[in-house]
């Protein structure tokens, strides 16, 4: 089984990053053929500035090693080094109906929020496709707002099927439903853009005055509380082990337990799941040859990927 994702370079990866699509994806490495790669042409369409990006870049690539990404297990690459994404991704375009991108909930809350509307945001989700389908994934590990994005990339590979012959695996997003939204501070998803997130490795002070910070009811201190509809215990629960969140909610529920109480026990899970991660980040930020090797020989690898799907797509329409 081949498992393809992928996460854009647009700014310090948090929380909601790291349980929705990261942790899932890293332990795919175990299941299958992955490959993980580092967004940085979609990045384009948020991020403008070349040193912005550039950096933002390496920290992912920086991130994901540190998190337990295992360059012998995953394939891990910079989507820019396999420029035949970008080639296969015009192939796709002539099999995508323009009200099928129209759909796209990305796209429309990215021009809600003010980005300003361009092509690369609007075709955005066939170059996903293009990522895809150019592995021949059969599995997407991805958070849930990502969702509509594999749907769509199965709507054209089908189409491309249909029209010029079997060239594309058909796949199949990969959401687990236990971390599909991990909330911010203020409840919502989490989001850089919402400015509700945690940074998984920003500055520890900062971190944990964000914990501080989270948005709790006004239940009085001795009262009995309900866990479940806390947003403490909710970020609580993606650290516990099963025993932990049981005598968490325990607290909660026999009252003289405060919120103050549960935010310090959770900035102490955050910080013992997030140390060793952090200790290994900068030993890897020591050695910038060896991660641009990892990342070399990973593309080596995809694009060897890349050009035989594409030589197929080609080949089908009639462009050899
Ligand atoms: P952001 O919303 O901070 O800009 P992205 O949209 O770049 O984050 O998301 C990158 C990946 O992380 C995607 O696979 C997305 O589904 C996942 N992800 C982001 N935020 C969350 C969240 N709060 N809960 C679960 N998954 C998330
Ligand atoms: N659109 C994804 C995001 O914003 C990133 C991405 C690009 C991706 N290409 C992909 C994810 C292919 C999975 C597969 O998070």
């Known amino acids: 089984m081949r498992i393809l ?5 647009s700014g310090k990866l948090h929380l909601g990053n790291y349980f929705g699509m990261m942790k899932p994806a890293l332990e795919l490495q175990e299941k299958g053929d992955a490959f993980l790669f580092i967004a940085n042409y979609h990045a384009l369409t948020t991020v403008t500035d070349a040193a912005r990006l550039r950096t933002a870049t390496w920290d992912v690539a920086l991130d994901f090693l540190a998190c337990g990404l295992d360059p012998d297990r995953t394939v891990f690459f910079r989507q820019s080094d396999v420029p035949e994404v970008t080639e ?18 990305s796209y429309k809350d990215k021009v809600a ?25 059969n599995l997407v590990p991805v958070g849930r707002d990502q969702k509509q994005h594999v749907e769509v990339t199965r ?3 089908i189409k491309f099927n249909n029209q010029y012959g ?32 945690i940074e998984l490795f920003g500055d520890e002070k900062e971190a944990r005055s964000r914990v501080m910070r989270i948005v709790t ?28 969140l049981q005598a968490m909610a325990d607290r909660y529920r026999a009252g003289g337990f405060g ?10 899970k955050i910080q013992e799941t997030l140390a060793p991660f952090r200790h290994r980040r900068e030993e890897l930020a020591r050695q910038p ?29 009639g462009l050899d």
């Open 166 to 197: 079997p060239v594309f695996t058909i796949p199949e997003p990969s959401i687990r439903d236990e971390v599909a939204v991990v909330p911010g501070l203020d409840g919502e998803k989490m989001s850089k853009s919402y400015d509700n997130h």
């Open 289 to 317: 040859d060896f991660v641009e090797s990892i990342l070399r020989q990973g593309a080596a690898r995809a694009r060897a990927e890349a050009r035989r799907t594409l030589a197929a797509a080609r080949r089908a329409m």
């Open 217 to 244: 009811d006004s239940t009085p201190l001795e009262s009995p509380k309900n866990p479940d509809a806390c947003r403490v215990f909710a970020l609580y629960k993606l650290f516990a082990t099963p025993e932990e």
């Open 113 to 137: 929020r003010g980005i300003a509307s361009n092509h690369g945001l609007f075709a955005y989700p066939v170059l996903m496709a293009a990522d895809i389908l150019a592995v021949q994934s």
């Open 88 to 105: 296969l991704s015009w192939l796709l375009s002539v099999v995508t109906p323009m009200g099928l991108l129209e759909r796209c909930h």
């Open 5 to 9: 994702s992928g996460i854009q370079p």
């Open 259 to 268: 919120y103050g109480e549960a935010k310090k026990a959770l900035w102490v």
């Open 155 to 157: 709507d054209l590979a």
